[in-house]
């Protein structure tokens, strides 16, 4: 049964093993077992086929042992994209928008996977609240991680021409109302007046005049920029050494929005995008060790918090998607 998940699946639960697994940085080994309690696992065979492309998904899955192939599948013709490998987590769009699966996985190998689904993060939420928020934060870093990645690879594409400008940019806001399954100013509301006062004293605060760049706000990885008021907008750059930019790839954040392009815009010369406040801008920078600290001292405030940031990650994710294939 699921009490005893880790001693069905065959595995030594201690700090080597968590710490090559995804879904669990940041938590002890304690915790770790008791995040893989709400979970069930599933063995597959060697060429065991996990879910189609086109599928409906609702599930997410940490590869324990083994590897999974990612694959598109055409006319007969199979692409390979990436083999997963122990540790590694896929399938977390499922897990909050039951999305369509834009790709097939099968078992490279001999495969256990640990499956997550939102029937398994009810009760952690409400049993433990500080193991749910680190799994939340966890989710959060790979989705930003998968944003840039997606956001770069669209900006890599060069056939855009000037004529098409005008189309495409309201076919990308009817796009972002579809694809919005929850709105930021509904989530900062949802919080409560109490609930975000004390989230302001675990960010930092950053004033921004209107027409500045946000050059002066350190990008470390996992952090995370809200905007509490005003617009910014982030363009992609040309060249670094540039200042002319890439037609028609922008993106504009507004109130209480979270700014997940802001990956884009590193301090040095690989940055593929830069952020100018359109008006006069406040917003809040989460740092990782923060969000942490809020996991372990306000538990219950960090897991819907951290949900929330994750839902809204997925939504960017996937109108970057809906952009890269619409192209």
């Keep these: 049964g699921l009490i005893t998940v880790w001693d069905y699946v065959g595995l030594k639960f201690d700090e080597e093993f968590i710490a090559g697994i995804d879904l669990f940085q940041n938590m002890t080994v304690r915790e770790a077992k008791i995040a893989s309690l709400m979970a069930y696992p599933e063995d597959l065979k060697q060429g065991g086929l996990l879910f189609s492309e086109g599928d409906i998904g609702d599930e997410m899955y940490v590869i ?171 363009a992609s750059i040309v060249s670094p050494k540039s200042d002319s930019f890439s037609v028609g790839y922008c993106w504009t954040r507004k109130d209480f929005d979270l700014i997940g392009e802001f990956a884009l815009c590193t301090a040095n010369e690989t940055a593929t995008a830069r952020a100018i406040a359109r008006q006069d801008s406040t917003l809040m920078q989460f740092a990782e060790a923060k969000l942490i600290a809020l996991a372990e001292q306000e538990s219950r405030l960090a897991a819907q918090f951290l949900e929330d940031v994750v839902c809204l990650l997925s939504d960017q994710l996937a109108i970057a998607d809906k952009r890269l294939q619409n192209h």
Excluded: Y
């Design 64 to 234: 324990l042992e083994g590897s999974i192939s990612i694959f598109l599948e055409k006319n007969g013709k199979r692409t390979d994209l990436v083999r997963l490998e122990k540790g590694n987590t896929f399938g977390e769009m499922g897990l909050f928008r039951k999305a369509e699966r834009s790709a097939s996985a099968e078992a490279a190998e001999k495969t256990r996977l640990l499956v997550v689904n939102r029937d398994c993060l009810e009760p952690l939420k409400k049993r433990n609240p500080k193991i749910a928020a680190k799994l939340f934060l966890n989710l959060a870093n790979r989705l930003q991680l998968s944003l840039k990645d997606t956001d770069e690879r669209l900006l890599e594409q060069k056939d855009f021409n000037l004529s098409s400008l005008e189309a495409k940019l309201n076919n990308d806001e009817k796009l972002a109302e579809q694809e919005v399954s929850i709105k930021p100013e509904d989530l900062w509301e949802n919080l409560g007046a109490k609930w975000r006062q004390k989230l302001q004293s675990f960010s930092e605060t950053h004033k921004v005049a209107k027409g500045k760049r946000l050059s002066k706000i350190k990008n470390n990885k996992g952090d995370f920029l809200f905007i509490t008021s005003g617009t910014v907008e982030i």
